[in-house]
């Protein structure tokens, strides 16, 4: 606690934890001894409503899917998160001592100043100023902590094998992998799925939908491993499918196959590792400490060797804003008790005795600049050289089977995986449809998402708010929930719902636009002639494109 003053005004800055019961009293008591004019609270005008229990508003559709709006909230929520199972651990609210700051001030009819800066602006410019192996970093930090090891390998394990399937399809041929093999990978692949189909559908209102999904992946491998490649019972079919989609469909099962094998050992041994690991007693951890100057700027310190851009939007800039709005208030001739974190004392009683030093409000609002966006113009190579190349293969003389069948190939591959994450994800038919039918204009468009019209359909059948945050908090601070009973419930809740469901439709079309690339032109480049006969087909193109122009030229 500081004080710093002018001959107009004065500002006294109470440093508090926000999970601690001492500081909620410690500002009570300051409150009632001062008797200021105002109290200013770490709070906008949002968590100011939410902490009194108002009613949360409903998100708009447009804040929620434009941008990284989804990281955002994601980094939103890492906090609040942490600061509820603060809370539930030392049995205190979060935000505890703006809510006696608030009360006091209520009590004794003192004005209150809602002085911190919107959350929604923090949160986008925190996200802006990290790096993108800060936000690896970050992301991979809340999947490892909130996950279990054999979870987290299985998606690293699907997510590689979806990458060795191209190479399978490539270079099988020099390590063993033959046509009739991967014919009999293919009828069993195709004899696995339908067998899980049949089963997920027939056992409907037999078994819970943790249980049908075990039955219809077990029965599906069981059926396809046995039957379909060991008995070779799908062979007569597969062979009709013609030589690329058997190739196709056969290396991506054994790519997927391997990675899957490949991630549950991976989990297993990250569980065992788990468990070896000395448990934490969080329970000897004195809060008081919390408000001490010594361990918040170690805590400070680490944070910024983690991210110093993301420090500086979370911790600096709000020290500048909250010091300007106190400033204003003391140059009012006002008295004033600040009520702020203690991480945050430091910084803003630097600013009261050296107000001189303080950037101008309107720079630390608004949307930052001056950043080339390397994302943004990669996607946009990308894009002008797949639409490029389709334009060049139209003018060449391959002919128009070849292109509609590429064409084709595009469309339904992004289809499939946008509309099929979506739908595994738990949106609606409508939704997952809709995501599905505009992956493949998206997916050439860096500046649109094929997640955001899935997320916009989705809306309107289950709206959200600010309230379904607090609603998975609560889902998460119980550790003695099963997995799968914890995972079907954070899926009911509207918020996180849409969140994956954007996410998965994004990740499902740029998963689909890889393997376009990666994976299916160079099989199409065999059958026309190789990487030679493309080129050459390319060139053709070219050509007759320049001698079209030409002519309308002159």
């Known amino acids: 606690m500081s004080q710093e003053a002018t001959d107009t005004g004065r500002v006294r800055v109470v440093g508090t934890a926000h999970v601690s019961a001492e500081s909620a009293e410690k500002v009570q008591s300051v409150i009632e001894t001062e008797q200021p004019d105002v109290v200013a609270v770490e709070l906008d005008e949002g968590r100011y409503r939410q902490l009194r229990g108002d009613e949360p508003d409903d998100l708009a559709a447009a804040d929620l899917l434009r941008g990284n709006t989804v990281f955002q909230f994601l980094a939103y929520w890492m906090l609040s998160y942490v600061q509820t199972r603060l809370g539930d651990r030392f049995d205190v609210q979060p935000g505890a001592d703006m809510l006696a700051a608030i009360d006091a001030a209520d009590a004794t009819g003192t004005d209150i100043a809602l002085v911190d800066r919107d959350i929604n602006e923090t949160m986008r410019r925190f996200w802006n100023r990290m790096t993108r192996i800060e936000k690896i970093q970050l992301i991979g930090g809340l999947a490892v902590g909130a996950g279990n090891g054999l979870g987290i390998g299985l998606a690293i394990g699907v997510i590689a094998g979806l990458f060795f399937g191209p190479l399978i399809a490539l270079f099988g041929n020099t390590i063993g992998i033959t046509s009739a093999l991967l014919t009999r990978v293919a009828g069993g692949a195709l004899l696995a799925l339908a067998t899980g189909s049949v089963i997920w559908i027939g056992a409907a209102t037999i078994l819970s939908a943790e249980d049908r999904l075990l039955a219809a992946v077990g029965g599906g491998i069981a059926v396809g491993g046995i039957a379909g490649f060991g008995l070779g019972i799908a062979e007569p079919i597969t062979t009709q499918l013609g030589p690329l989609t058997v190739r196709v469909i056969g290396s991506v099962t054994l790519g997927l196959t391997a990675g899957i094998i490949a991630?549950?050992?991976?989990?297993?041994?990250?569980?065992?590792?788990?468990?070896?690991?000395?448990?934490?007693?969080?329970?000897?951890?004195?809060?008081?400490?919390?408000?001490?100057?010594?361990?918040?700027?170690?805590?400070?310190a680490e944070f910024r060797q983690f991210s110093p851009g993301g420090a500086e939007a979370l911790i600096d800039e709000r020290d500048a804003y909250i010091a300007n709005r106190l400033v204003e208030l003391r140059d009012q001739g006002q008295t004033v008790v600040a009520v702020v974190g203690a991480g945050h004392r430091e910084g803003i009683e630097r600013y009261l005795t050296h107000p001189g030093t303080l950037p101008p409000q309107e720079s630390l609002t608004g949307t930052q600049s001056g950043r080339i966006p390397w994302s943004k113009l990669v996607g946009g190579s990308v894009s002008a050289i797949v639409i490029g190349f389709f334009v060049l293969l139209a003018l060449s003389s391959?002919?128009?089977?070849?292109?509609?069948?590429?064409?084709?190939?595009?469309?339904?591959?992004?289809?499939?995986?946008?509309?099929?994450?979506?739908?595994?994800?738990?949106?609606?038919?409508?939704?997952?449809?809709?995501?599905?039918?505009?992956?493949?204009?998206?997916?050439?468009?860096?500046?649109?998402?094929?997640?955001?019209?899935?997320?916009?359909?989705?809306?309107?059948?289950?709206?959200?708010?600010?309230?379904?945050?607090?609603?998975?908090?609560?889902?998460?601070?119980?550790?003695?929930?099963?997995?799968?009973?914890?995972?079907?419930?954070?899926?009911?809740?509207?918020?996180?719902?849409?969140?994956?469901?954007?996410?998965?439709?994004?990740?499902?079309?740029?998963?689909?636009?890889?393997?376009?690339?990666?994976?299916?032109?160079?099989?199409?480049?065999?059958?026309?002639?190789?990487?030679?006969?493309?080129?050459?087909?390319?060139?053709?193109?070219?050509?007759?494109?320049?001698?079209?122009?030409?002519?309308?030229?002159?």
Not at 271 to 288: G, S, Y
Request: aromatic letters at 10%; zero cysteines; charged letters at 15%.
């Open 263 to 300: 991630g549950t050992l991976l989990g297993e041994l990250t569980d065992i590792f788990r468990t070896q690991q000395p448990e934490e007693n969080i329970e000897e951890f004195d809060m008081a400490e919390m408000t001490d100057t010594d361990v918040v700027s170690a805590m400070m």
């Open 398 to 554: 391959a002919g128009n089977q070849t292109l509609l069948r590429l064409f084709a190939a595009w469309f339904l591959i992004n289809g499939i995986f946008a509309a099929g994450l979506a739908k595994a994800a738990g949106a609606h038919w409508s939704s997952s449809l809709v995501g599905g039918a505009i992956a493949w204009l998206t997916s050439i468009n860096p500046f649109l998402a094929p997640g955001w019209f899935t997320g916009y359909v989705e809306l309107q059948h289950d709206p959200v708010n600010v309230s379904d945050i607090s609603t998975l908090n609560e889902l998460l601070s119980d550790e003695e929930r099963p997995i799968g009973a914890l995972i079907t419930e954070l899926l009911e809740v509207p918020l996180f719902r849409l969140i994956i469901v954007v996410a998965a439709t994004n990740i499902g079309s740029i998963v689909a636009s890889t393997i376009f690339v990666a994976y299916l032109l160079p099989l199409f480049a065999l059958d026309l002639g190789g990487v030679s006969g493309v080129v050459t087909l390319l060139i053709e193109g070219a050509r007759n494109g320049w001698q079209i122009i030409w002519t309308n030229i002159t």
